[in-house]
């Protein structure tokens, strides 16, 4: 079966510091892959979505950056958070193709203080 | 850009009775699909609708896809505690991505 990991789950950052959080998906060759974030009590805003190796496709412009070094890795980087950065942020993955479910992993608590 | 709208934002209600959260669309979707978000969780896959005018049960759960495909509803017959969380619809924009709508809290109180 096909599982998610995502981390770390909780992180307190200082303005001005680096992010960089992780996923990585199990069981399943190609999939397309998502960075969501969503603040407190808010809806989900799609940040960075990939179809394969490479390939990133932005969303919304702002200090974040995503890289996908191997198929089935998600990575979301930034060089200088702000505190706006805060947020609960979940990385998905959905079969390769169009029209699929999409599978969240647990998500990672950011705050930026 | 497109935008998925849900209302209401917020919803309390006695345990037993109903609930209702409609998803607004300002483009056409070629499918539309539901997620559920306990707090604290992430959100899961509920159901997809793929046809204008569809409509799927899950138990007490009823989905409906708008004729024109730019709407949606889900209805939640005799809401119980476990039904506690948000809803979310999730438009279909683009080939791979999808857009999710401000999403609907629901409270029950028992």
């Known amino acids: 079966s096909q599982t998610i990991h995502q981390w770390p789950a909780t992180l307190v950052q200082p303005v001005g510091s680096p992010l960089s959080l992780e996923c990585t998906v199990e069981g399943t060759s190609n999939p397309n892959l998502y960075w969501y974030r969503q603040a407190a009590g808010r809806g989900l805003q799609l940040l960075f979505y990939s179809v394969g190796i490479g390939q990133i496709s932005s969303e919304v412009p702002q200090n974040l950056s995503a890289s996908r070094p191997q198929d089935r890795q998600f990575i979301l980087s930034s060089k200088k958070l702000l505190l706006s950065d805060s947020g609960f942020y979940l990385c998905?993955?959905?079969?390769?193709?169009?029209?699929?479910?999409?599978?969240f992993g647990e998500g990672s608590w950011l705050t930026v203080v | 850009g497109q935008q998925v709208m849900q209302i209401p934002q917020y919803q309390h209600v006695q345990e037993g009775e109903d609930f209702t959260t409609y998803c607004n669309s300002s483009?056409?979707?070629?499918?539309i699909q539901w997620y559920k978000q306990r707090p604290g969780g992430h959100p899961v896959f509920l159901i997809q609708?793929?046809?204008?005018?569809e409509v799927k049960k899950q138990k007490r759960l009823t989905f409906q896809f708008g004729e024109a495909k730019k709407n949606s509803s889900l209805h939640i017959t005799a809401t119980q505690t476990t039904d506690v969380g948000t809803y979310f619809c999730a438009g279909r924009a683009g080939t791979y991505k999808y857009i999710f709508g401000t999403g609907t809290r629901l409270k029950v109180l028992a």
């Open positions: 483009t056409t979707l070629s499918n």
């Open positions: 609708l793929v046809k204008s005018g």
């Open positions: 998905a993955w959905s079969v390769r193709g169009s029209g699929n479910t999409i599978y």
